[in-house]
């Protein structure tokens, strides 16, 4: 929305009247295109209002108007449209005016996107003599964020590679990563990153596929804006689910320990459909840059809009830093 304001601010051109007066103007506002050179009417009344005009050129087509100003506090505004033009969308966003072609993103998605897209599990396991037994699985999802020296880095939640009741019964803990294709690979915990108070680990693993990397966003996402959802919601692979950022704010997690999650700080809420294995996504904007990890919502009930929560973009950068990672958006400058 930022982005758009700044770009009608560019395209206003204050055109001052040269001292022409008016009298008698149409108080309606005359519609259709004005230019912004100067009009003029001789006058006989007492008042002759004197017009500053501020001319808001629309791009693309969208409306555009011209607001005429006198001293006196009269004004009125004249639209126009500029159905002449049309966007010029690059990767789905118009470069002109901002406006959003979701055809456009839902391919990139579809196409790009859920390539960073992984399926997480974790194994709890108990070694004896010769022998070993899984003891326990949990499983979520994780979204690639980084490759460095052959190796690709991913988030996921914290609760999803700790379960306080399946490590109680088990001596050690395996990581899998299955890609977006269906591959599946061993990974390593990135010692120290797995936190409760973020509820966020990193992975890694080794592979010669191609993934796509997502930027993780230099700030969180705004109120109103497109997010989409990248995840296996009860085990579905490579589902995508749209909605928008709602609001800010606690979410009280009862269902869980304090030592697998314990998020005290405000999170992303947002209305894209995720449910048990969602967990650790990726919830992406427009841009495709990550905005969120998905860790928590409310029980999906039919024909209810859900509330799903994730831990916003800024949070995630800051978790960075706690953990001593040294992050740097792996796409900037290519
Ligand atoms: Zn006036
Ligand atoms: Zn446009």
Known sequence: ?????????????????????????????????????????????????????????????????????????????????????????????????????????????????????????????????????????????????????????????????????????????????TDYSGNEYQATLIEGSALANYDLALLKFSSGEQYTVLDVASKNAERGELVVSLGQPQGQPNTITMGEVLNYGRVTITDSDVTECNVSFDTLHHDAYINNGSSGGALVDSSLQLIGVNYAGTAHEQGKPSNSYSIPAEKILEYFDEIDYNYKPFNQGK
């Open 1 to 177: 929305m930022k982005k758009i304001l700044a770009l009608l601010l560019a395209f206003i051109v204050v055109a001052m009247s040269s001292c022409t007066l008016f009298d008698g103007v149409d108080e309606n506002g005359s519609s259709g295109p004005v230019s912004s050179s100067t009009q003029s009417s001789s006058g006989t009344g007492e008042h002759q209002h004197s017009f500053e005009e501020i001319v808001v050129a629309p791009v693309c087509n969208n409306r555009g108007y011209t607001r005429h100003i006198c001293v006196c506090g009269y004004e009125f505004i004249d639209n126009f449209i500029n159905d002449e033009g049309t966007h010029s969308y690059e990767r789905g966003i118009c470069k002109e005016c901002g406006d959003v072609n979701h055809a456009e993103i839902v391919n990139l998605i579809s196409t790009e996107a859920i390539k960073a897209n992984v399926y997480v599990t974790t194994k709890y396991i108990t070694k004896g003599f010769g022998f070993e037994v899984t003891t326990g699985v949990s499983n979520g999802s994780g979204v690639i964020i980084d490759y460095k020296d052959g190796e690709y880095y991913l988030l996921t939640n914290n609760h999803v590679v700790y379960s306080k009741e399946m490590s109680a019964d088990s001596t050690g803990r395996k990581f899998y990563v």
